[in-house]
């Protein structure tokens, strides 16, 4: 049975991809949703590929064998919004070791990391933002049309058409690429 930590190793895009090149390493994570959405789980090794490994339900955890060259990343299934892992957007995974036993300190094995996914930190006007979309979608049938009669200012409206976008844009490429999932499968 392989011991199990919590993960500490995650950064942001930018930083990650002008790294210098690095020995690939299988590493052991157990990816837990600690959110009440489902949520889509996907790695890249470089910035211009995003692969969808798997979906995962609110509170289900799975575990994962990946690569110290893998970034992963966690968006809603339904809206694409991003989750985090210890308040950032990407998780990057390190090998862990430890001895297997402490009487011979230089015989290491390998340890699970627990990644614990969470909602992000959202300002009061995101939440409201965020609720008012995602009500439109499952109640409304031309949400666009609704936001523009709203009598509410102009920079609202427009911050509330461009979330509704990157909702229906991120449904239309993430359906896409679980088909492909599963034609691989």
Not at 84 to 107: A, G, T, W
């Amino acid at each position: 049975m392989m011991a199990l930590q919590v993960a500490r190793n995650n950064g942001e895009w930018g930083e990650l991809f002008n790294v210098p090149p690095q020995e690939e390493v299988e590493v052991y994570v157990l990816f837990v949703n600690t959110t009440n959405r489902t949520l889509d789980l996907y790695w890249a090794s470089d910035p211009n590929t995003q692969n969808i490994q798997l979906t995962l339900k609110p509170n289900q955890g799975v575990p994962v064998n990946t690569y110290n060259t893998h970034i992963w990343f966690f968006c809603d299934y339904y809206t694409g919004e991003r989750m985090h892992v210890r308040s950032k957007r990407l998780f990057y995974p390190i090998r862990i070791r430890v001895p297997r036993n402490p009487q011979q300190p230089d015989e290491l094995c390998d340890v699970r990391s627990q990644v614990l996914i969470h909602f992000p930190m959202r300002t009061l006007k995101e939440n409201c933002l965020w609720l008012i979309v995602r009500w439109l979608k499952r109640t409304c049938n031309t949400p666009e049309l609704l936001i523009n009669n709203y009598l509410i200012p102009a920079t609202l409206k427009q911050q509330l058409l461009l979330l509704l976008r990157t909702i229906n844009t991120y449904y239309r490429q993430a359906h896409q690429r679980r088909l492909r999932m599963m034609s691989r499968r």
